[in-house]
Structure formats: structure tokens, C-alpha cells
């Protein structure tokens, strides 16, 4: 069975600092793994995945993740934040292919000036 | 190329009474998803199609829930009877890979 965990609900930073939003995951096979970002009242955009190539993955709007198999996680980082990137981020995980993905609970960034 | 549709984008009913939901995918993907999301709970995964056929269905919570995919284009989601616990956001999602790419969802709201 796979599970995500996402650490934190809620998250605040002041605009240019550095963000953090924590993801662990568990997963009996090779993990493929996302982050998607959701702006209010639209649909799940696609940030990022890590799909057993590179272990640090970089995306849009200048996020980044490192996906590290020794501690199961797959944090999402950028190094300054800016006030659009304010939503809620969640993180999934698959087995690959088609199958279905398997959320986080889900981590809202509030950006503060 | 247009993304993931879904109809309605709120839709306000009272207990006991029936829903339709819409998805229309990306033109040309073979897997459509459903997702729901409760208030206050992870996005947890319903269905999955691959054409006209499911797949995957182990997500579905009870037989209130109808999902087809007619001619493996757009499909629908029906709940009936609506129940009180069935409000959330329903989201849908298609892909050709991997990859899958989201609707807006629909804002369920059972009264």
C-alpha cells in the first residue's frame, strides 16, 4: 500500500524567504512522485515529478524537490517566495503507469510582505 | 488544446435527491479519473477508466454512485440518492501517460 504524509497544514512565510513544504511518503515499489499546487477556484496544476530519473527535480515557477529514497521523502523547496505563490500544494504518489494517484492532505501557503 | 472540463462548477441539492456530474477529458486521452475531495480530507481517488471501460473502481464508496464513459469520450458521475456525507469537491482528470492533468472539479453542496 502507499501513503503520502505532508507535514504541516498549514505553512507561512514572508515574501522572499525561502520555501519549505514537507512530503513523506511510503510505497512497497518504486515510487513515481508529485507535487501538484491548487489556486483558488481552479483545478490541480502540475508543479513537478519525480519519475526515477534525476533525484532533484526542478518545475515551474522555480520550485524544486529532491527526491531521496534513504529518508522516503520528496520536500518541495523554493528559494524565495512571492506573494502568487500563495495556495494550497499537494503531494501524491503512484506506482507508475496509469494507476491512480494517492494524496497528501494537502499544505496551504499563505506569502506575507 | 483545451484542458479538462467539468460541468457544473457548483451544484446545490438536497438530501435524497439525484446529481449528475460531468467530465470532459483532453481530446485523445484513454484514462479518466475521479477524485473527490470532503471538506477537511485528502483528495482520494474513485474511479479510473481506460476508454469506455473501468479499470479501477475500488474507490467508489457505495452502489449511490454511477460512473460511464460512453464511447470512451466524455463521462459522467451520478449520485442517487444524495446523502449529507457526499458533499466536496469532485475533480476529474485525463491522461495519456503518467501524467494527469486536472478539471476545475465541481462543488458538490448536499443540503
Known amino acids: 500500500a502507499q501513503s503520502v504524509t505532508q507535514l504541516g497544514s498549514h505553512v507561512s512565510v514572508s515574501e522572499g524567504a525561502l520555501v519549505l513544504l514537507r512530503c513523506n511518503y511510503s510505497s512497497s515499489v518504486p515510487p513515481y512522485l508529485f507535487w501538484y499546487v491548487q489556486y483558488p477556484n481552479q483545478g490541480l496544476q502540475l508543479l513537478l515529478k519525480y519519475t526515477s530519473a534525476a533525484t532533484l527535480v526542478k518545475g515551474i515557477n522555480g520550485f524544486e524537490a529532491e527526491f531521496k529514497k534513504s529518508e522516503t521523502s520528496f520536500h518541495l523547496t523554493k528559494p524565495s517566495a512571492h506573494m502568487s505563490d500563495a495556495a494550497e500544494y499537494f503531494c501524491a504518489v503512484t506506482s507508475g503507469g496509469y494507476n491512480k494517484l494517492i494524496f497528501g492532505a494537502g499544505t496551504r501557503l499563505a506569502v506575507h510582505p | 488544446e483545451a484542458g479538462v472540463t467539468q460541468f457544473p462548477s457548483h451544484s446545490v441539492i438536497e438530501k435524497g435527491q439525484t446529481v449528475t456530474l460531468r467530465c470532459d477529458p483532453i481530446?485523445?486521452?484513454?484514462?479518466l479519473y475521479w477524485y473527490r475531495r470532503v471538506m477537511g480530507k485528502e483528495i482520494k481517488f474513485l474511479l479510473h477508466?481506460?476508454?469506455?471501460?473501468?479499470?479501477?473502481e475500488s474507490g467508489m464508496p457505495n452502489n449511490r454512485f454511477l460512473a460511464e464513459r460512453t464511447g470512451g469520450t466524455y463521462s459522467t458521475l451520478k449520485v442517487q440518492p444524495a446523502e449529507l456525507e457526499d458533499s466536496g469537491v469532485y475533480f476529474c482528470?485525463?491522461?495519456?501517460?503518467?501524467?494527469?492533468?486536472f478539471g476545475p472539479g465541481t462543488r458538490l453542496t448536499v443540503t
Open positions: 482528470a485525463s491522461s495519456q501517460d503518467h501524467e494527469q492533468y
Open positions: 477508466f481506460v476508454k469506455e471501460s473501468k479499470q479501477d
Open positions: 481530446s485523445g486521452h484513454d484514462n
